[in-house]
């Protein structure tokens, strides 16, 4: 299990990987480059695509395209023509611009594309949980306010069998469990499943938990913020096993490759100490590695 840099250059702030099964591609966010990038890993090819505002998290759609959550609300990218185009704004009454943006989202086995918010500064838990979904006739799209009480949402996956939702509060130190009914959408039973400590001045400090995903065998995998290390967590939310890296801020794994096992990792950049920035390894750069056990195959946006 060597951990192995990728050649790629580092991103300010890198979130929401997704292996796209068809393009054999890794995509990914850099929210504070303001970009949606993809590598593909057999050609060497990086492309790059600007956005108007932060991307906070993306998934794959049908056709070549690409859902986005950006800091007002859900767009779609042609990566074929760069064309960014509008399915849904926020409610403005929700969802303070100024205050809040778009962050960690995945789609569910339905094809809903979820995304959570996160708010600044962190006066309030104003962030919250919001869930696009295409309407029948594919021209139009709702959007629901699914939960909230958070301050930066981050974590989001799904089990295998569709049963349960994990949404984590990053500042908290906290990942939460849902009840989740596939058919309608429905989040029910919030509860605390995984608490991690705080830091503590002269304590060790594992760091908290940012982005996730889930293995077949149901493994929560999350991306310790601060910690330097990625955890993997039984569905008891046991630690099955801590791995190292060489970056103090990882920020989400994905799982990619032809068979699904190899564990990507993004990382942050932005606002880091200048050795950091000047390692070996400098904060921000992105990171895989091979894993025995097979990641999920990554949902596609519905329309």
């Given at each position: 299990?060597?951990?192995?840099?990728?050649?790629l250059p580092?991103?300010?702030?890198?979130?929401s990987p997704?292996?796209?099964?068809e393009?054999?591609?890794?995509?990914?966010?850099?929210?504070q480059?303001h970009?949606?990038?993809?590598?593909?890993?057999?050609?060497?090819?990086?492309r790059?695509?600007?956005?108007?505002s932060?991307?906070?998290?993306?998934?794959?759609?049908?056709?070549?395209?690409?859902?986005?959550?950006l800091r007002?609300?859900?767009?779609?990218?042609?990566?074929?023509?760069?064309?960014?185009?509008?399915?849904?704004?926020?409610?403005?009454?929700?969802?303070?611009?100024?205050?809040?943006?778009?962050?960690?989202?995945?789609?569910d086995?339905?094809?809903r594309?979820?995304?959570g918010s996160?708010?600044t500064?962190r006066?309030?838990p104003d962030?919250?949980?919001?869930?696009?979904?295409?309407?029948?006739?594919?021209?139009?799209?709702?959007?629901?306010h699914?939960?909230?009480?958070?301050?930066?949402?981050?974590?989001?996956?799904?089990?295998?069998?569709?049963?349960?939702?994990y949404?984590?509060?990053?500042p908290?130190?906290?990942?939460?469990r849902?009840?989740?009914?596939?058919?309608?959408?429905a989040?029910?039973?919030?509860?605390?499943?995984?608490?991690?400590?705080?830091?503590?001045?002269?304590?060790?400090?594992?760091g908290?938990?940012?982005?996730?995903?889930?293995?077949v065998?149901?493994?929560?995998?999350?991306a310790?913020y601060?910690?330097?290390?990625?955890m993997?967590?039984?569905?008891?939310?046991?630690?099955?096993?801590?791995?190292a890296?060489?970056?103090?801020?990882?920020?989400m794994?994905c799982f990619?490759?032809?068979?699904?096992?190899?564990?990507?990792?993004?990382?942050?950049?932005?606002?880091?100490?200048?050795?950091e920035?000047?390692?070996?390894d400098?904060?921000?750069?992105?990171?895989?590695?091979?894993?025995?056990?097979?990641?999920?195959?990554?949902?596609?946006?519905?329309?």
């Open positions: 299990m060597t951990l192995q840099r990728l050649p580092p991103s300010e702030l890198g979130e997704f292996w796209h099964p393009e054999k591609s890794l995509y990914w966010c850099d929210i480059g970009t949606v990038n993809a590598w593909n890993p057999a050609t060497g090819e990086h790059q695509w600007k956005t108007p932060e991307p906070g998290c993306c998934a794959p759609a049908a056709g070549g395209k690409i859902v986005i959550g007002d609300g859900f767009y779609q990218l042609d990566i074929a023509t760069s064309e960014l185009n509008l399915l849904a704004l926020l409610p403005p009454a929700k969802h303070d611009t100024a205050r809040l943006r778009l962050n960690d989202g995945r789609c086995a339905a094809g594309f979820w995304a996160m708010v500064p006066t309030a962030a919250v949980l919001w869930c696009l979904e295409a309407a029948v006739d594919g021209t139009s799209y709702t959007v629901r699914m939960a909230g009480d958070n301050f930066t949402a981050n974590g989001l996956a799904f089990s295998p069998d569709n049963r349960v939702m949404w984590s509060n990053t908290e130190h906290r990942i939460d849902f009840d989740f009914d596939l058919a309608t959408g989040i029910t039973n919030r509860r605390r499943w995984v608490q991690f400590d705080r830091k503590v001045d002269g304590q060790p400090y594992g908290r938990p940012d982005g996730a995903a889930v293995d065998e149901g493994n929560y995998w999350v310790m601060e910690g330097a290390c990625v993997q967590l039984s569905p008891a939310g046991k630690v099955l096993q801590r791995i890296v060489p970056v103090q801020c990882p920020t794994v990619g490759g032809e068979d699904l096992r190899t564990l990507y990792i993004t990382s942050a950049r932005a606002g880091r100490p200048q050795a920035l000047e390692a070996p400098p904060a921000g750069a992105l990171f895989s590695m091979w894993v025995k056990v097979q990641g999920l195959t990554v949902n596609l946006f519905k329309e």
